[in-house]
């Protein structure tokens, strides 16, 4: 992995690094703690969970390659925890990976070897996306209040409760699948563009691919049960609507 000392202003983040690779561990340490940030590290999955139980981390850089549990049911396990940002690390370089991570419910993913800088910017990302939410909370919270629910045929969306429900059954989607629904659903018919939608559900200044929209309208369509609910429009983005 490649480092670099001019990273820029920062703000201080507590970094969760679940590897069980110790020179990668001690390099990563190293590297994110000479930029200014604290870190712990878990080898094991059972040692991140057990960690993340007892601290208090801001985000967690989660290895899929664990030597004890599927790197799959320990995010689950994390999430079940507390709601945090958490960057998932792979050396798999198949898309089906990274699709598989996102649909889960991560917030980006990072595909080994990558550069300090890299990881530091995707650090800023979603260090940037918690000050956002933070600051906008009291505004969002008013507004849930007043019109908590969005229907869209049989489709009810309670943003009070974060509940899906569809033709009365509750479907069971991740905190980023429920943004992306909402933002379709607020204004159903209308196209939203890729970029809006990176904009709006993930961060104006995030650096993951756009195959991300794709790979998590792709995982609603099938919770959904029918993939004219989300409709394709060839080279602008996507629109919601309720099957005819």
Do not use: C
């Not at 933070?134 to 007043?146: K, L, R, W």
């Not at 309670?158 to 933002?183: A, C, I, N, Q």
Request: hydrophobic share 40%; net charge negative; glycine share 6%.
């Amino acid at each position: 992995m490649e480092f670099s000392s001019a990273f820029g202003h920062h703000v201080v983040v507590n970094v969760l690094i679940v590897e069980d690779d110790d020179a990668i561990s001690a390099t990563l340490g190293d590297g994110l703690e000479s930029a200014g940030h604290d870190t712990y590290v878990a080898s094991t999955g059972r040692a991140a969970i057990e960690a993340h139980a007892s601290r208090r981390f801001d985000v967690i850089l989660l290895d899929l390659g664990l030597p004890d549990l599927d790197g799959r049911d320990v995010f689950r396990e994390l999430r079940s925890i507390r709601d945090i940002p958490v960057i998932m690390v792979t050396a798999r370089s198949e898309e089906f990976d990274r699709v598989l991570g996102l649909e889960l419910g991560a917030d980006d993913y990072i595909t080994k070897p990558f550069s300090l800088r890299e990881l530091l910017a995707r650090l800023r990302a979603v260090t940037r996306r918690i000050s956002m939410d933070t600051s906008t909370s009291t505004q969002s919270t008013v507004e849930d209040v007043d019109n908590p629910t969005i229907t869209v045929g049989p489709l009810h969306i309670d943003r009070r409760t974060h509940r899906v429900l569809l033709s009365g059954s509750e479907l069971t989607v991740t905190p980023k699948e429920f943004d992306l629904l909402v933002f379709l659903a607020e204004d159903p018919g209308a196209v939203r563009t890729r970029t809006d939608i990176v904009e709006s559900v993930w961060d104006a200044h995030w650096y993951g691919p756009t195959k991300t929209v794709d790979a998590h309208v792709a995982s609603l369509r099938k919770k959904l049960g029918d993939h004219r609910w989300i409709v394709s429009v060839r080279g602008v983005g996507f629109r919601l609507e309720a099957p005819s």
